[in-house]
T-cell receptor, first 115, second 114 residues
Framework: GESVGLHLPTLSVQEGDNSIINCAYS??????FIWYKQESGKGPQFIID?????DKRQGQRVTVLLNKTVKHLSLQIAATQPGDSAVYFC??????????????FGQGTTLQVKP | DSGVTQTPKHLITATGQRVTLRCSPR?????VYWYQQSLDQGLQFLIH???????AKGNILERFSAQQFPDLHSELNLSSLELGDSALYFC?????????????FGPGTRLTVL
């Protein structure tokens, strides 16, 4: 069935280090992937997205990597800051969702940044 | 600030009651999505509307319904509430009718059913 899973529930990193958050997805036909950040008491905030015809996309301090062979998605955050502490969700839009862009979310990884 | 607004922020009610959650999308967006976030189920897609028409349904209970009005705001109606309906309810908006596109989320409504 449709599911997007995350490898680790909690990731703890030192301020200034790079963070890597991983996500495995099961629907090999998915064509769009997106990362959201959710801080306590707030709604998910868009970070970066990538389409299935790409392997890598970079934003400001963030990079998303897509490995379709092993159905793996990762989010890299450079020089992690205390403000990056949050829950990170990966999500996908399954191929064939031509009538909708509904998102299927993973369970989330909590990123803790130690000062 | 995503530009998506939701009211109320908090809602406390009793089992068996009915509530209405409201969402206003970003001014340029025609699509509205509703999601439920609970501790045990994570973020779950409920329903998608585009320009007033229903486009897709997810795991939405029959006790729940939604609509999108001509001014593009949307309402999610939850009836015969049960304890298990306690959750965060988010709406998100995007600019396209279907297919993948960035969705911008509102701040959510926290529903507590006692």
């Amino acid at each position: 069935g449709e599911s997007v899973g995350l490898h680790l529930p909690t990731l703890s990193v030192q301020e200034g280090d790079n963070s890597i958050i991983n996500c495995a997805y099961s629907n090999s036909a998915s064509d769009y992937f997106i990362w959201y950040k959710q801080e306590s008491g707030k709604g998910p905030q868009f970070i970066i997205d990538i389409r299935s015809n790409m392997d890598k996309r970079q934003g400001q301090r963030v990079t998303v990597l897509l490995n379709k062979t092993v159905k793996h998605l990762s989010l890299q955050i450079a020089a992690t800051q205390p403000g990056d502490s949050a829950v990170y969700f990966c999500a996908e839009t399954p191929l064939g969702s031509s009538n909708t862009g509904k998102l299927i979310f993973g369970q989330g990884t909590t990123l803790q940044v130690k000062p | 600030d995503s530009g998506v607004t939701q009211t109320p922020k908090h809602l406390i009610t009793a089992t068996g009651q009915r509530v209405t959650l409201r969402c206003s999308p970003r001014s340029e967006d025609l699509s509205v999505y509703w999601y439920q976030q609970s501790l045990d189920q994570g973020l779950q897609f409920l329903i998608h509307y585009y320009n007033g028409e229903e486009r897709a349904k997810g795991n939405i209970l029959e006790r729940f319904s939604a609509q999108q009005f001509p001014d593009l705001h949307s309402e999610l109606n939850l009836s015969s509430l049960e304890l298990g309906d306690s959750a965060l309810y988010f709406c998100a908006s995007s600019g396209v009718a279907g297919g993948p596109d960035t969705q911008y989320f509102g701040p959510g409504t926290r529903l507590t059913v006692l």
